[in-house]
């Protein structure tokens, strides 16, 4: 749609793995290198790991176009497949043809295992390279594991070329696979791009689509960066759109605004000013929210915490014991206090005697007092 507009010969931003668009990057570049050194080298287990957009598959797809012409190669695109159904998409790959009536997982490897001793014998070297691995059943990896196992006294048949997400990592290092993952004789994880490189990442899917002039701004491709976080297949999306956008609104270039707009579209989350706005209104009603509860429950704690001590308060002009009484007592019921020791009370000389007066007056009977008759 755009593409006349912007004198382009096709759109540059295709989320399709075509070769021709690959960015050679520094980390594009020593995974390709990596994969063609695995496959001319004696090893068996090549990995090749990366985020989700990263560039795998484009990578793969230029591994094919770069091979050695004495190199075969079985590609199994979808690897949710059982051991008998693996066997059986690696014969059609290398079209070897099974006739046998009864069919079972040794009639694949045989059939295999002769096709590999007559390719040898010529001269050719046979891969085997699986998009998706981390897709792969514990069954299906140990099958891999025993293909591993035809080779001559010299080196092995078949090269195994493993793609897949960060999680095919964590798989091989379950203890179930731990003899497939010593096989492993060379591992590569490949990064998204830096900061810098997504600039030249840009111009150069923009060059290779016939593009004559400077299509992103400055600020645009930063933000292009910020937002992909250096994901080649983000980038692709993003891109694609804002050059919609711009289209749509007949510019000549795509600004730092367009760029915002597509990301709203593609990824289904504010990016700009407005929606950072929003997100505050959303904040702030939340905290109002917040703030009455613990208002209400600061209210409720002050009212029982003052009901409280007005209890004790009670209680100390009730009974006549005090507030640092009543948090000294012991904290258990059965506890008794230590019986204190009796003390003889001696009384005072006047004591003694004013109570000798009074006994004495007790003592008198009315027969031995003196009336004065």
């Known amino acids: 749609m755009y593409t006349h507009y912007f004198g382009l010969k096709e759109k540059p931003f295709s989320i399709a793995p075509d070769p021709r668009y690959l960015y050679m990057s520094a980390l594009h570049q020593e995974a390709l290198a990596h994969l063609l050194y695995g496959i001319s080298s004696d090893g068996c287990l090549i990995l090749l790991t990366g985020d989700v957009g990263s560039g795998k598959t484009t990578v793969c797809r230029c591994l094919l176009e770069q091979l050695p012409e004495d190199t075969d190669l079985a590609l199994i695109l979808n690897p949710k497949l059982n051991a008998m159904e693996l066997l059986a998409s690696i014969c059609d790959e290398l079209e070897i043809v099974v006739t046998d009536r009864r069919i079972s997982v040794k009639t694949y490897i045989d059939h295999l295992n002769r096709y590999l001793l007559a390719a040898h014998a010529r001269g050719r070297v046979t891969a085997l390279l699986i998009d998706e691995a981390q897709n792969l059943s514990m069954d299906t990896l140990e099958q891999l594991r025993l293909l591993t196992n035809l080779e001559t006294g010299q080196q092995k048949l078949?090269?195994?070329?493993?793609?897949?997400?960060?999680?095919?990592?964590?798989?091989?290092?379950?203890?179930?696979?731990?003899?497939?993952?010593?096989?492993?004789?060379?591992?590569?994880?490949?990064?998204?791009?830096?900061?810098?490189?997504?600039?030249?990442?840009?111009?150069?899917?923009?060059?290779?689509?016939?593009?004559?002039?400077?299509?992103?701004?400055?600020?645009?491709?930063?933000?292009?960066?910020?937002?992909?976080?250096?994901?080649?297949?983000?980038?692709?999306?993003?891109?694609?759109?804002?050059?919609?956008?711009?289209?749509?609104?007949?510019?000549?270039?795509?600004?730092?605004?367009?760029?915002?707009?597509?990301?709203?579209?593609?990824?289904?989350?504010?990016?700009?000013?407005?929606?950072?706005?929003?997100m505050m209104r959303g904040v702030s009603f939340n905290g109002v929210v917040l703030g009455l509860l613990l208002l209400i429950l600061a209210i409720l704690a002050v009212s029982f915490y003052y009901g409280h001590w007005q209890v004790v308060s009670r209680a100390d002009e009730s009974y006549g014991i005090s507030v640092q009484e009543l948090i000294q007592l012991p904290a258990d019921k059965n506890e008794v206090a230590p019986e204190e020791e009796s003390v003889p009370v001696v009384p005072k000389q006047e004591e003694r005697e004013h109570g000798s007066g009074q006994e004495e007056k007790k003592n008198k009977t009315p027969e031995s007092t003196d009336m004065g008759w």
Not at 181 to 203: C, D, F, K, M
Not at 215 to 223: I, N
Not at 232 to 252: F, T
């Open 158 to 278: 078949l090269k195994i070329i493993l793609l897949g997400q960060p999680e095919l990592r964590q798989l091989l290092d379950q203890k179930e696979v731990v003899q497939i993952n010593q096989r492993i004789t060379s591992r590569y994880h490949l990064l998204p791009l830096g900061s810098q490189e997504v600039a030249a990442y840009v111009e150069h899917r923009l060059a290779v689509a016939g593009g004559r002039k400077r299509l992103f701004s400055e600020a645009a491709v930063r933000r292009v960066a910020k937002l992909s976080r250096g994901v080649p297949r983000l980038i692709n999306v993003l891109c694609d759109r804002s050059l919609l956008g711009a289209y749509v609104e007949e510019k000549d270039q795509v600004d730092l605004r367009i760029v915002n707009q597509a990301a709203r579209e593609v990824l289904g989350r504010p990016v700009n000013g407005a929606g950072c706005r929003a």
